[in-house]
């Protein structure tokens, strides 16, 4: 968990030279800056259970560590994603320039170079037409020669792959007769894709099982905290609501003495709540949100473990496919 004074600075325009009063009990205390809340929150003065007054409204001390928490996060991913979009656009600013520097220079001719080089191979010459007209006829000898060379041979070499089709397709026909290998190679790649499928929700639900457990544990350690922390007034609801249960009791017949020892429980419990009538309503609260957040996470455990089970004998019985 980050410390107070992050949470300060990543809730309060003032950062860390914001001040916050407190309040426990009903009774107020402060101003104080966030490096000294931080203090007593290390020296266990204070608890995560302490109210503090934020924006013109009591919050406690956990919910704005959380807040700041958020907030902090937030601005980390924001962070990392302009960064990461200047390295990338880094890299393709990279591997354009090699790009660049990789391709062979284009050649450009200079243009005086051409009009010489057609100055020079002119056509006015008698003698310089027949040469072309020579070297044109012997360019059309060598091109009919090749091709009577080499496309026979070709000629030859299509026939014979025409052949080989008719008979690869005349195999085709007959493999197909019986296609029970090729059947049974897609059912087995069916149930593999289900088995995969059903092993990624298998952990995902594990994972999550293992996360709300966890969360519970912590919570069920933080109500024992504040009950240590509010003991005598735990036990005096206690023994006030044990005393009530004795007298209200009808399925069995109560003995004088029993009668007796619940009055004078109920006695007891009524007299320290009358005297100290905040805090006995503050503890009874919290432990009455305490009972309720406790039977929804049962029910939230319960219901990500037969989500899990289920899941397990949906594996066996596609694993039991591929026997």
């Known amino acids: 968990m980050s410390s107070f004074t992050e949470s300060a600075k990543a809730n309060s325009a003032n950062g860390a030279n914001a001040t916050f009063h407190l309040r426990w009990r009903g009774k107020k205390e402060g101003p104080y800056t966030a490096n000294v809340i931080d203090t007593k929150l290390q020296a266990n003065e204070i608890g995560l259970l302490h109210e503090l007054l934020h924006n013109g409204q009591w919050i406690t001390v956990r919910d704005f560590i959380a807040s700041g928490e958020a907030i902090l996060r937030a601005e980390r991913q924001a962070k990392e994603d302009r960064e990461r979009q200047l390295r990338e656009q880094d890299e393709r600013r990279q591997r354009e320039a090699s790009d660049k520097a990789s391709q062979p220079p284009i050649y450009h001719p200079s243009p005086n170079l051409n009009a010489t080089a057609t100055a020079t191979h002119s056509f006015n010459s008698p003698l310089v037409r027949n040469a072309v007209v020579v070297l044109i006829a012997l360019v059309c000898i060598c091109l009919v020669l090749w091709a009577v060379v080499t496309l026979i041979p070709q000629f030859r070499n299509i ?121 006995a309503k503050e503890v009874g609260n919290v432990l009455m949100a305490a009972a309720v957040k406790q039977q929804d996470f049962q029910k939230q455990v319960a219901t990500l473990q037969q989500r899990k089970d289920s899941i397990a004998n949906e594996l066996k019985l596609e694993r039991a496919k591929l026997n």
Do not use: F
Not at 203 to 224: C, D, G, P, V
Not at 248 to 276: F, M, R
């Open 159 to 279: 026939r014979q792959q025409a052949n080989s089709e008719t008979e690869g397709t005349k195999t085709t026909v007959v493999q197909t007769a019986n296609p029970r290998a090729g059947g049974s190679d897609a059912a087995k790649n069916a149930v593999l894709a289900r088995i995969n499928s059903l092993e990624a929700d298998y952990r995902n639900y594990s994972s999550e099982l293992i996360a709300k457990q966890s969360e519970q544990a912590a919570y069920n350690t933080e109500i024992q905290d504040y009950v240590m922390d509010h003991k005598l007034a735990c036990l005096a609801l206690g023994i006030g609501t044990t005393g009530a249960g004795v007298l209200v009791a009808s399925n069995k017949k109560n003995s004088d003495s029993e009668n007796v020892g619940a009055l004078i429980a109920i006695a007891l419990g009524g007299s320290w709540a009358i005297s100290n009538p905040d805090e």
